[in-house]
């Protein structure tokens, strides 16, 4: 019986969460979407793969509320592990683009990797989130 959960192990902690990305909802996917459109400083191709971040973050809840049959705690986990791991590596990227762009004296055009970076960033998030669905 013990082994049925060994998987456990592999759960991450709340404290593995950024503070930054634990307000002002009680969702750190939400909350990153929030942060890149609130910041004022991308452009509109970046505040659009946020939206739809945020988007398919709300379809994958949705997916798994209404899943018939309802899908179990491991299951829920299972689905959800990538795409929690894909809004850590988003959210680096929108640190590392928001640090260069205040070391850059908040010029956006001398920070054109770091914004090609978040980008991918959020469509490998965006990526994750529907795989989660279909798979």
Same mark, same amino acid.
């Given at each position: 019986?013990?082994?049925?959960?060994?998987?456990?192990?592999?759960?991450?902690?709340?404290?593995?969460?950024?503070?930054?990305?634990?307000?002002?909802?009680?969702?750190?996917?939400?909350?990153?979407?929030?942060?890149?459109?609130?910041?004022?400083?991308?452009?509109?191709?970046?505040?659009?793969?946020?939206?739809?971040?945020?988007?398919?973050?709300?379809?994958?809840?949705?997916?798994?509320?209404?899943?018939?049959?309802?899908?179990?705690?491991?299951?829920?986990?299972?689905?959800?592990?990538?795409?929690?791991?894909?809004?850590?590596?988003?959210?680096?990227?929108? #640190?590392?683009?928001?640090?260069?762009?205040?070391?850059?004296?908040?010029?956006?055009?001398?920070?054109?990797?770091?914004?090609?970076?978040?980008?991918?960033?959020?469509?490998?998030? #965006?990526?994750?989130?529907?795989?989660?669905? #279909?798979?």
């Amino acid at each position: 019986m013990a082994g049925d959960w060994e998987w456990l192990r592999g759960l991450q902690a709340s404290s593995d969460v950024p503070e930054q990305l634990r307000a002002p909802t009680a969702s750190p996917a939400l909350n990153l979407g929030v942060r890149v459109i609130g910041s004022n400083i991308v452009g509109n191709d970046v505040v659009e793969l946020a939206a739809q971040y945020m988007a398919e973050h709300a379809r994958l809840e949705l997916w798994i509320g209404s899943h018939e049959p309802p899908l179990g705690f491991r299951q829920r986990f299972e689905r959800g592990r990538p795409s929690s791991e894909a809004l850590l590596v988003a959210y680096e990227a929108w #640190i590392a683009f928001e640090t260069a762009y205040q070391a850059a004296g908040r010029k956006v055009d001398q920070v054109c990797d770091e914004r090609e970076r978040l980008k991918k960033a959020l469509s490998r998030a #965006i990526d994750s989130l529907v795989r989660a669905r #279909i798979e």
